[in-house]
């Protein structure tokens, strides 16, 4: 098939027959990602669909972007279609474009703020590799960069330090460190306690390729607290 011959044309989502066979599945995250991509870009990427007869509207490549553009209400999608009888070959094509999605250069990669990175999809595992950021290391947390980024030129606030807003006390400190909150509470007891429990991060025992590691970090497997034990009833 030339290029000629290869055109863009938009179809109805309800013409479409989603291959039973496609191999590939999807996280709740990614599904959310590619959804948040396709709201702000549209549908810049074709479907692929055989338009051979017998065949007939069978996609063969895009079946994460069709389920994505339904979910978003899509009644019309861009499609190329391919002139595959053989339902051998068919299958084979599905399954390449799947399986050839090529390699990152991580050079280039390193250029982009990690940020940004990490808002389009990029796993901390991946962002690590991408940052050369060793496992057996301690990740440096960069203060003054981060600082930069939020424009704050001076920080006052010390560790330890507790501050009177009304008939309430806010602390810079660690909710679990006992001394910490016997300072914080100065005697009294508390009316409520509202926690947000460790939905994703393993607080002490964060590992990365089973190796244990630690340091302060925008990451889910680093360890982020000074304690080395937790109480019974902190979730």
Not at 138 to 151: G, H, P, R, W
Request: charge should be negative; proline fraction near 4%; include cysteine.
């Amino acid at each position: 098939m030339t290029h000629e011959q290869l055109k863009i044309q938009s179809i109805a989502i309800s013409k479409l027959k989603p291959a039973l066979y496609n191999p590939r599945k999807w996280s709740e995250e990614a599904i959310e990602q590619l959804a948040e991509s396709i709201r702000g870009f549209g549908m810049v990427d074709p479907i692929l669909v055989n338009g051979a007869e017998g065949r007939k509207n069978i996609v063969i490549g895009g079946h994460f972007r069709l389920k994505v553009a339904k979910d978003l209400g899509y009644k019309v999608v861009p499609v190329v279609y391919l002139d595959i009888p053989d339902e051998a070959k068919e299958k084979a094509l599905n399954l390449r474009l799947n399986r050839n999605l090529g390699d990152w250069d991580y050079k280039l990669l390193a250029e982009f703020d990690q940020t940004v990175l990490s808002d389009i999809g990029f796993s901390s595992e991946e962002l690590d590799d991408i940052f050369d950021l060793d496992p057996d290391t301690d990740e440096q947390f960069n203060l003054q960069k981060e600082l930069e980024k939020l424009d704050i030129t001076s920080v006052e606030v010390q560790k330890g330090d507790v501050y009177l807003l009304g008939e309430s006390r806010l602390m810079c400190g660690d909710s679990t460190i006992e001394a910490d909150m016997q300072k914080l509470m100065n005697g009294q007891k508390a009316d409520m306690c509202m926690t947000d429990p460790p939905y994703i991060l393993d607080y002490l025992h964060a590992k990365r390729h089973g190796k244990p590691t630690k340091g302060f970090g925008s990451k889910k497997n680093r360890r982020y607290l000074e304690t080395d034990i937790l109480p019974d009833n902190f979730t």
